[in-house]
């Protein structure tokens, strides 16, 4: 959030297209991904704030002060007193925002304000309460969505409703495996041909791949020695974020480069 996406490296063309064009499609991504996963109100930045669907830069800091100077937001509802932070807006960023010590437990879910009366339509139905309905898997279960059906509220919403309400804030990331790099590999100096290494791909491009080896500079696979046979193209036997387990074809220190081989290791046979 704090890094413009194009210095982290987001593939070999990035400099023979449209600029303008580039940022607005990763901004898009970043965008995206943050409303995919929630932003905690209380603790965000407002760098990460900004990219939340409904809030600039602007209101981004507009929300950080308000919290500076009034104390963390009690409920959604209060983001309403965020100067230049409208009906509008709201309506946008809320469903995007977590507040977890709120009163309100629909508060921590991904569900929008404007359905909170329908899951306490569902809540009365069952003669619950909504706090007693939250998280309560037998009782969700015996919801018939059918029945709540109405208006610009569809099916599909009814069914992400009730989803959300078994695990509210549940964050939809798959688990990350991490690498167990060599604990007696850290720097270039370490590396010797011949050595097995486990890695990390992170990048792929038409001419091989990028692994993180653990040393702080990734090392080239060539598509010429990413498997055991003939690929036309490197994403036919590996992917960004895959664990593969690599040999050191060659290190030059000097010039910070090391040239890695997945032949015969059983990654990209």
Same mark, same amino acid.
């Given at each position: 959030?704090?890094? $413009? ?7 070999? +063309? ?10 607005? %499609?990763?901004? &898009? ?21 900004? +990219?939340?669907? &409904?809030?600039?830069?602007? #209101?981004? /800091?507009?929300? *950080? /002060? ?26 946008? %960023? ?21 359905? +909170?009366?329908? *899951? ?9 309460? =909504? ?33 959300? #309400?078994?695990?509210? &804030? /549940? ?32 990048? @792929? ?5 990028? *692994? ?5 500079? $990734? ?12 690929? /036309?193209?490197?994403?036919? =036997? ?5 664990? @593969?387990?690599?040999? @050191? ?10 040239? #890695?081989?997945?032949?015969?290791? &059983?990654?990209?046979?």
């Amino acid at each position: 959030m704090k890094i $413009d996406p194009k210095s982290i490296g987001v593939g070999q +063309y990035q400099h023979d297209v449209d600029q303008k064009q580039l940022k607005g %499609a990763l901004d &898009g991504v970043v965008e995206s991904c943050v409303n995919h996963v929630g932003v905690d109100l209380n603790s965000a930045s407002a760098s990460l704030l900004s +990219y939340v669907a &409904g809030i600039g830069p602007q #209101l981004a /800091r507009n929300i *950080v /002060r308000r919290r500076e100077e009034r104390g963390a937001f009690p409920t959604r509802a209060a983001l309403m007193e965020v100067p230049k932070l409208g009906p509008k807006a709201f309506q946008q %960023a809320a469903g995007f925002l977590r507040v977890h010590d709120s009163p309100q437990p629909l508060d921590t879910s991904a569900v929008h304000p404007e359905r +909170y009366p329908v *899951v306490e339509r569902m809540a009365a139905r069952l003669g619950l309460g =909504v706090e007693e309905l939250v998280r309560n898997t037998a009782a969700i279960r015996r919801i018939d969505p059918r029945e709540f059906v109405q208006g610009d509220v569809g099916l599909p919403t009814l069914q992400d409703i009730l989803t959300e #309400l078994e695990k509210p &804030g /549940r964050d939809p990331r798959g688990e990350v495996q991490s690498v167990a790099f060599r604990d007696d590999v850290h720097s270039l100096e370490d590396l010797r041909e011949g050595m097995l290494l486990p890695g990390v791909i992170t990048n @792929v491009t038409d001419f091989g791949a990028f *692994v993180d080896v653990g040393v702080h500079q $990734d090392g080239l696979v060539h598509v010429s020695q990413m498997a055991d046979r003939r690929i /036309r193209h490197p994403s036919e =036997v590996c992917a960004i974020g895959q664990t @593969v387990q690599v040999r @050191v074809l060659a290190v030059e220190p000097e010039r910070r480069r090391i040239s #890695l081989s997945m032949k015969g290791l &059983g990654g990209g046979a």
